[in-house]
């Protein structure tokens, strides 16, 4: 897709769904360390002494991942710090966990950094080989005091002291965070200020520490790491420099644009400025997924041309004058990259239904037909081209990744991935990082007399986003039918609001009709909205500001008033839906327990384990699954 817009119209116009959640954080550790990717593994998170979770719902929105710092808290003494506005699931597992003031993370995480260095707690000898800017740095904390940040923060001086001590003297410290950081208007700031701190602490370079930005789409990293982006190749590659683009024009046989282009954000703006008046959107719900729906939807609708490819009929299709059906991953061949830079071939399982086809193959068509002479028979030839042209690719070929076998890039010419970031230098000049001067900024769209409360807004486990796909499955759509607002139990009582009682959001910019759900998962006046749902989605309420350096909307940054209706349904949650549950994590399998049961009755022939009595049950009342 970004060679159809460089090498075949010729512009730069170009962008995917990383700007709408990590964006940031890759702007964030271009800034420090040099690369805009995980520093190692999954398995470099279980070797963590201490894990740090800022502004993400990572048992809902990352459950894999999650599942391995469950397992090293639980089984191997990892220990675990959470710093959100909401109380879920990591919350409740953590060590200590701790809700700053919407958009104050910046805040705390410089003043930590400046407690660090000024009680002499920070690893001195690694920032001496490694790490350039410490004096300017130091001069950009002063502001920072534990005084300000505990009044900025709604945080206590203990309690930031506790955090600081607890990052010392843990051996290895990784930092997970997610869109609670990055949709702000200040999310590369704060991402910078994960990764400053890190440095600060001396914890890059080795197993078990870290920056983990955590991508939420299946395939987000590898859109970002391929050049979809008005600013960059292939391999994060600048569209400025004139060495990058010779080598591309002599591998594509044309020339190419040397400006960057829009993003995301800007061709709505320029949509209704008049200056934008066509455009190709695969694989996006760009109508409900950016903020300010109501401003984007009515931008869509100005366009002279518009055309839509996607695998099921979108929001976004209503406003094209063209829909191309394009195949789901089951149904084609080529490769996706996870949050872990891992580059993974996928194999096709199914032929494509009706005249839906591969996306690979439906845009060399369309490239064709506007003139260039693509002849790819199959994916792997496309990715030699890439490889061919980018160097953090250039060992990457689908032969190296048969079998299941996959890539962490970079990757070299022989084959040899990094598993692990940085273990012999940083991807800087000279090879050290480099400590980033920030300033203090604050949050937009702020809570007033009018607009009174906070609404926060995220992903779910059982939902993919809006619910374009998963709605789909009636399994998942009996567990969770439909969206809904959290509202603490103290709000609720104070407004007359129980669960199911339907109330009306009014924000600055849209309003849509939902159902409350009481919770202690949110305090105060803090409301919390999935995202799923085509029919009242939440960026009905969210504004146009995004952050000052990648234009990422500030999705988090949204206030609004409550309306109370005259309506109360069901609870938009089933019971049968797993929140109502208690969970009790338990050390693995804890088979004495059982057999310690009056009812167990051991296998026929089974030795009595350790000597110890079975007790057996009567004939026919033994239990169901125990044998």
């Not at 059906?325 to 996706?336: I, N, R």
């Not at 991807?427 to 009018?450: N, V, Y």
Request: hydrophobic share 35%; net charge neutral; glycine share 8%.
């Amino acid at each position: 897709m970004q060679k159809l817009a460089r090498a075949v119209i010729g512009t730069n116009n170009m962008d995917n769904c990383s700007r709408y959640c990590q964006a940031p954080a890759t702007a964030g550790l271009f800034r420090t360390v040099g690369y805009g990717g995980d520093s190692g593994s999954i398995r470099d998170i279980e070797n963590a002494g201490l894990v740090l979770i800022i502004g993400s719902n990572t048992a809902e929105a990352h459950p894999v991942l999650a599942t391995r710092v469950k397992q090293a808290h639980k089984l191997r003494g990892q220990k675990l710090v959470v710093a959100d506005l909401r109380k879920h699931e990591m919350a409740e597992r953590a060590d200590l966990f701790f809700k700053p003031k919407p958009g104050t993370d910046l805040v705390w995480l410089s003043a930590i950094a400046r407690y660090i260095l000024d009680n002499g707690l920070e690893k001195k000898d690694f920032l001496t080989q490694w790490v350039n800017g410490l004096e300017e740095y130091k001069k950009s904390l002063e502001p920072f005091t534990m005084e300000f940040a505990a009044k900025t923060c709604g945080l206590t001086i203990e309690l930031l002291k506790q955090v600081a001590h607890m990052i010392v003297e843990a051996d290895g410290v990784c930092i997970l965070w997610a869109m609670g950081i990055t949709q702000h208007s200040m999310g590369s700031d704060a991402s910078t200020a994960i990764s400053n701190l890190l440095l600060v602490t001396g914890n890059y370079m080795r197993t078990g520490t870290g920056a983990y930005p955590l991508r939420g789409h299946n395939n987000v990293q590898g859109a970002g790491d391929h050049g979809a982006a008005p600013n960059v190749l292939p391999g994060y590659q600048s569209v400025h420099d004139p060495e990058v683009r010779a080598r591309f024009e002599a591998g594509w046989k044309v020339n190419l644009p040397s400006s960057k282009g829009l993003d995301n954000h800007q061709m709505i703006d320029a949509i209704h400025a008049g200056k934008l008046k066509a455009m190709y959107i695969f694989g996006e719900e760009i109508a409900l997924v950016d903020s300010n729906a109501n401003f984007v939807q009515d931008g869509l609708a100005k366009l002279e041309f518009f055309v839509a490819q996607d695998v099921f009929f979108s929001k976004t299709c209503e406003f094209a004058d063209v829909i191309l059906p394009a195949s789901p991953s089951l149904e084609k061949e080529g490769t996706f990259t996870s949050t872990e830079r891992r580059i993974q071939r996928l194999y096709q399982v199914l032929e494509p239904l009706g005249e839906s086809r591969p996306d690979w193959r439906i845009i060399q068509d369309v490239a064709n037909h506007l003139g260039a002479n693509w002849n790819y028979q199959h994916p792997s030839e496309i990715y030699d081209e890439i490889a061919s042209l980018t160097p953090l690719f250039a060992g990457v070929t689908y032969e190296r990744m048969e079998g299941y076998k996959s890539l962490q890039w970079p990757v070299a010419p022989d084959g040899t991935d990094q598993p692990l970031l940085y273990t012999k230098e940083f991807a800087m000049p000279g090879g050290k990082a480099r400590l980033f001067p920030l300033a203090m900024s604050r949050p937009t769209d702020p809570t007033d007399q009018e607009f009174d409360l906070h609404l926060n807004n995220g992903r779910i486990l059982e939902h993919f986003h809006e619910g374009n796909m998963t709605y789909r499955s009636k399994g998942i759509r009996e567990k969770v039918p439909g969206t809904w607002v959290e509202v603490s139990p103290e709000l609720a009582k104070e407004r007359g609001v129980q669960s199911g009682t339907w109330v009306q959001l009014i924000s600055r910019y849209g309003k849509l009709r939902v159902r409350a759900l009481v919770t202690e998962r949110v305090t105060a006046k803090e409301l919390y909205m999935p995202m799923n749902s085509s029919e009242s989605p939440v960026n009905l309420l969210t504004s146009s500001y995004t952050d000052a350096v990648t234009n990422t909307p500030a999705y988090k940054e949204a206030s609004v008033r409550m309306v109370v209706l005259d309506d109360i349904g069901n609870s938009p949650l089933p019971k049968v839906n797993s929140r109502f549950g208690h969970p009790t994590p338990q050390r693995g399998v804890e088979v004495e327990r059982k057999w310690k049961r009056i009812d167990y009755e051991m296998p026929k022939g089974e030795p009595v384990p350790h000597g110890e009595p079975i007790h057996a049950a009567p004939k026919g009342q033994g239990v169901n699954g125990d044998r």
